[in-house]
């Protein structure tokens, strides 16, 4: 697509459950971001795919936030036993190495855990 | 550990000032900066870009400055624009291509 693209817009969940958030990034980026912002807060780095090396998963929160990509596309942020804490802004970018303009961002994903 | 501050959480300028807002990094090894702009509901757009080679960058109304021996940067958007109203982010990578951000900085442009 044009853009990347994050489903859905907006998510409340109970405390407890478990959500999927879900990113589709421009067609040929080979790397892939997730970040998040609290109320208040700057972007706050998640975790980061490039290719097809190891993700540098060193901005994830805690062992309940798990993300993944597959066949070097779509990629899904799961978040266990969703804690209040855990509300905010889920954004995902894309990037292709060598441009200067940096990361295209996706809308972003709210997540509201009640 | 914030690598990236941006101490002004706000700023309000008049329609066909100018706007200033600051940057400040503590990593020596940040060699590209980046501004974003980002309106409710919307993901960041990319702005402007400064490479560390460089002191200033022009593109329009935006000027983004670098000061290296300071650790800081700073963006001037002349004349400012109703629609310019919107959070602003400065970002900067080092050569791994992973974005630090602040905290953003909201500017408000009055009528």
């Known amino acids: 697509g044009a853009g990347v693209s994050q489903s859905p817009s907006n998510k409340v969940t109970e405390k407890g459950k478990d959500v999927e958030l879900r990113c589709d990034p421009i067609?040929?980026?080979?790397?892939l971001y997730w970040y998040r912002q609290s109320l208040g807060q700057g972007l706050e780095f998640l975790i980061y795919?490039?290719?097809?090396?190891?993700?540098?998963k060193s901005g994830l929160p805690s062992d309940r936030f798990s993300a993944e990509r597959t066949g070097g596309s779509v990629s899904t942020l799961t978040i266990q036993r969703t804690q209040q804490e855990d509300s905010a802004v889920y954004l995902c970018?894309?990037?292709?190495?060598?441009?200067?303009?940096?990361?295209?961002f996706g809308s972003g994903t709210r997540l509201t855990v009640v | 550990d914030q690598q990236v501050k941006q101490n002004s959480p706000s700023l309000s300028v008049q329609e066909g000032r100018i706007s200033i807002l600051n940057c400040d990094y503590t990593?020596?090894?940040?060699?590209?900066f980046l501004w974003y702009k980002k309106y409710p509901a919307e993901g960041p757009t990319f702005l402007i870009s400064?490479?560390?080679?460089?002191d200033k960058n022009e593109d329009g109304r935006f000027t983004v400055f670098l000061n290296k021996s300071a650790k800081h940067l700073s963006l001037h958007i002349v004349p400012s624009q109703p629609g310019d109203s919107a959070v602003y982010f400065c970002?900067?990578?080092?050569?791994?291509?992973?974005?630090?951000f602040g905290a953003g900085t909201t500017v408000t442009v009055r009528a």
């Open positions: 990593n020596s090894m940040f060699d590209y």
């Open positions: 795919f490039q290719g097809n090396s190891a993700p540098d």
């Open positions: 970002a900067a990578s080092a050569s791994d291509y992973k974005l630090s």
């Open positions: 400064i490479s560390s080679i460089k």
């Open positions: 970018a894309s990037y292709q190495k060598g441009r200067a303009h940096g990361y295209t």
């Open positions: 067609s040929g980026h080979t790397a």
